[in-house]
């Protein structure tokens, strides 16, 4: 049974930097796609970065070029370094794992129904 468990959340003031990890457990092996989603108060959740394990990542627009997903195998650790927080940022954020989604020749990163491993989620919270 693969478990993920989040950690790395908190409380920074817009414009500042927090790291996120989520360690994984009781996977056979590296043949999964990671993402990270979050959920706002009130709002779907919403993917914003995976990566395969060839390599291939996609950013949601409204993270790209500010947040950096990777992925550490040696110590089973997904990771989402976010630069440049906004208030908007604020959001429970939880990593997932699944097969991976493409279309059309594009590593995409999906939505919640393309997941099928779930952590329990770290807050977030940006101020002004």
């Known amino acids: 049974l693969v478990q993920l468990v989040e950690s790395g959340g908190g409380s920074v003031e817009s414009g500042g930097s927090l790291r996120l990890s989520c360690k994984i457990s009781?996977?056979?092996?590296?043949?999964?796609?990671m993402g990270w989603f979050h959920q706002g108060p009130g709002q779907a959740r919403e993917g914003i970065a995976a990566?395969?394990?060839?390599?291939?990542?996609s950013y949601a627009d409204s993270v790209k070029g500010r947040f950096t997903i990777s992925i550490d195998n040696a110590k089973n650790t997904l990771y989402l370094q976010m630069n440049s927080l906004k208030p908007e940022d604020t959001a429970m954020y939880y990593c997932?794992?699944?097969?991976?989604?493409?279309?059309?020749?594009?590593?995409?990163?999906?939505?919640?129904?393309?997941?099928?491993?779930w952590g329990p989620g770290t807050q977030v919270t940006v101020s002004a």
């Open positions: 009781g996977a056979a092996d590296n043949n999964y796609c």
């Open positions: 997932a794992a699944g097969a991976g989604v493409y279309r059309d020749y594009r590593f995409d990163i999906g939505s919640e129904g393309d997941y099928g491993y």
């Open positions: 990566a395969d394990n060839n390599g291939r990542i």
